[in-house]
């Protein structure tokens, strides 16, 4: 594997997913990244998380080399109260809500979803992207442990 590792050093390593049943061997993401760079022999910068979901018919939201998810234009999010529900003002964390016109075969247009994130700032993140960005804390402790893999009990 050394020599195949040596030849891949340029590559871009992108992940999405997959902890919910794993929550127990979790690392957080400075880790995750340093080890995935030293094992792919790659820059840390190059390692991209993406925050997405099945329900949103493909629409990611990767991080920058700041660490910071971006919006594409042609979606948005909101933060709301994990207790009201009302929508949150940049920098205060609860409920991603995910917004896009993509998903129009059945009613996923506006997703709420149980997961925790910040809206950190729109058009000024430093990597001179411009939109919405923010950040994925965690999943909320009273969520039901199953992505889109486990919909069926076999």
């Given amino acids: 594997f050394k020599n195949f590792f040596s030849k891949i050093s340029h590559s ?6 997959g902890w919910k049943k794993l929550s127990d061997l979790s690392i957080d993401k400075q880790q995750f990244n340093k080890e995935c760079s030293k094992f792919f022999n790659i820059s840390s910068d190059k390692i991209i998380d993406l925050y997405g979901m ?3 018919l493909g ?5 920058c080399e700041f660490g910071n998810k971006h919006v594409p234009i042609f979606s948005e999010i909101l933060i709301r109260d994990t207790n009201t529900l009302e929508v949150q003002p940049d920098g205060k964390s609860g409920f991603i809500q995910v917004i896009s016109p993509i ?8 997703l709420l979803t149980d997961d925790i994130g910040e ?4 058009d000024n993140c430093p990597c001179g992207r411009k939109g919405t960005y923010f950040i994925f804390k965690k999943r ?6 199953k992505g889109c893999g486990d919909t069926i009990d076999i």
Avoid: K
């Fill in 12 to 17: 871009i390593f992108l992940h999405i997913g």
């Fill in 54 to 56: 099945t329900e949103q």
């Fill in 59 to 63: 629409i990611v939201y990767p991080d």
């Fill in 103 to 110: 998903p129009n075969s059945y009613p996923g247009t506006s």
């Fill in 119 to 122: 809206i950190l700032g729109r």
């Fill in 140 to 145: 909320s402790e009273m969520a039901d442990p």
